[in-house]
């Protein structure tokens, strides 16, 4: 055996040293709260927090209460930034102590979130907590930090937009999808009512952002409403015949990353905004936005999240 030998199993022997005692330490703290709260949220050393964090985690909490999860994540952070229902906790945490060797706790968790068949990732967009300074040396080699995907402008691609809610203002459909200061806007939406972006080609999305309401907050936003992500385009561009659940709107907006099952092939072909209870009021559907993935960034997508899939696997049969 060589010095480079040595040198590689002296690091894995290290390394598994933290995994099982970060496992224990967690495992420690989830027993101690599950009797303490609805929900848990994880967090690490060395991370910073937004201003906002409580009220976007709440906020993102209470618009995905009647809906199936497992874990929410408000940051690409490995493990920072995760929230679990403390029901699961007992669970998890018998894991930890169960297999405290040799795997980390951020491959650990996908596997987790697939028992409990949440079956990609459910991140929003932005970030709302943030690695800071530096790890010490060894805790770099054996944690590695995941780095902030940086976005530039939406390129959302060409595609019609249809909807069965009457325009007002002499407004069309495709307002919402066009970046520009146009916007969209019905008066009394009805539960059912869809606003449907069907993409000219398939494409593999990364983010998504639907803003609904005016700039003043509160007023004329979409009160119950989620988006959905479609496959298998219908002929004559009129939709799609399957959707998958992406995310509920959170007090009228939503912005989150779209993953990919592993050695998925699936593209997307439709972005839905469906309304899920009638109001009596102004809509404004202000702007719809789209990130896509170039071939630059195939690798990365492919290989860095483990097991993920397009929407968030939940579908919407499921639902009704």
């Given at each position: 055996m060589?010095?480079?030998?040595?040198?590689n199993?002296?690091r894995t022997?290290r390394c598994?040293?933290?995994?099982?005692?970060q496992k224990?330490?967690?495992?420690?703290l989830?027993?101690?709260?599950?009797?303490?709260?609805e929900?848990?949220?994880?967090?690490e050393?060395?991370?910073?927090?937004?201003?906002?964090?409580?009220?976007?985690?709440?906020?993102?909490?209470?618009?995905?209460?009647e809906?199936p999860?497992a874990?929410l994540?408000?940051?690409?952070?490995?493990?920072s930034?995760?929230?679990?229902?403390?029901?699961?906790?007992?669970?998890?945490?018998?894991?930890?102590?169960?297999?405290?060797?040799?795997?980390p706790i951020?491959?650990?968790l996908?596997?987790?979130r697939?028992?409990?068949a949440?079956?990609?990732?459910i991140?929003?967009s932005?970030?709302?907590?943030f690695?800071?300074g530096k790890?010490?040396?060894?805790?770099?080699t054996c944690f590695?930090?995941?780095?902030e995907?940086?976005f530039?402008?939406?390129?959302?691609?060409?595609?019609s937009?249809l909807?069965?809610?009457?325009?007002?203002?002499?407004?069309?459909?495709?307002?919402?999808?066009?970046?520009?200061e146009?916007?969209?806007s019905t008066?009394n939406?009805l539960?059912?009512?869809?606003?449907t972006?069907?993409?000219?080609k398939?494409?593999?999305?990364?983010?998504?952002?639907?803003?609904?309401g005016s700039?003043?907050?509160?007023?004329?936003?979409?009160r119950?409403?989620?988006?959905?992500?479609g496959?298998?385009?219908?002929?004559?561009?009129r939709?799609?015949?399957r959707?998958?659940?992406?995310?509920?709107l959170?007090?009228?907006?939503l912005?989150q990353?779209?993953?990919?099952?592993e050695?998925?092939v699936?593209e997307?072909?439709?972005?839905r905004?469906?309304v899920?209870?009638s109001?009596?009021?102004?809509l404004?559907?202000?702007?719809?936005?789209?990130?896509?993935?170039?071939?630059e960034?195939?690798?990365?997508?492919s290989?860095?999240?483990g097991?993920?899939?397009?929407g968030?696997?939940?579908n919407?049969?499921?639902q009704k």
């Open positions: 060589g010095p480079g030998d040595r040198n199993v002296s022997s598994e040293v933290h995994y099982s005692r224990v330490h967690y495992a420690l989830m027993n101690f709260a599950i009797n303490l709260s929900y848990f949220l994880m967090m050393d060395y991370v910073y927090c937004t201003s906002k964090f409580i009220s976007t985690i709440y906020w993102a909490l209470s618009a995905w209460k809906l999860w874990i994540e408000f940051s690409s952070l490995s493990l930034g995760k929230v679990f229902h403390t029901s699961d906790l007992s669970r998890l945490a018998s894991l930890f102590l169960l297999f405290h060797k040799d795997i951020y491959l650990f996908s596997e987790f697939l028992l409990l949440q079956s990609v990732p991140r929003f932005p970030s709302v907590f690695h800071i790890y010490p040396a060894f805790e770099d590695p930090v995941e780095k995907k940086v530039g402008e939406p390129d959302n691609p060409v595609a937009v909807t069965d809610m009457m325009a007002e203002m002499n407004g069309i459909p495709q307002y919402a999808y066009t970046l520009n146009e916007c969209y008066l939406p539960r059912g009512n869809y606003l972006v069907i993409l000219e398939p494409q593999k999305v990364i983010r998504i952002e639907v803003l609904t700039d003043k907050k509160g007023l004329y936003w979409l119950q409403g989620q988006v959905e992500l496959y298998d385009p219908l002929e004559n561009s939709g799609c015949t959707y998958t659940l992406l995310g509920p959170v007090e009228g907006n912005d990353r779209v993953f990919y099952e050695d998925s699936e997307l072909s439709c972005i905004l469906l899920l209870a109001q009596e009021s102004w404004l559907i202000r702007q719809i936005k789209v990130w896509t993935q170039h071939e960034e195939e690798s990365y997508y290989g860095n999240s097991k993920v899939g397009f968030n696997g939940i919407m049969a499921d």
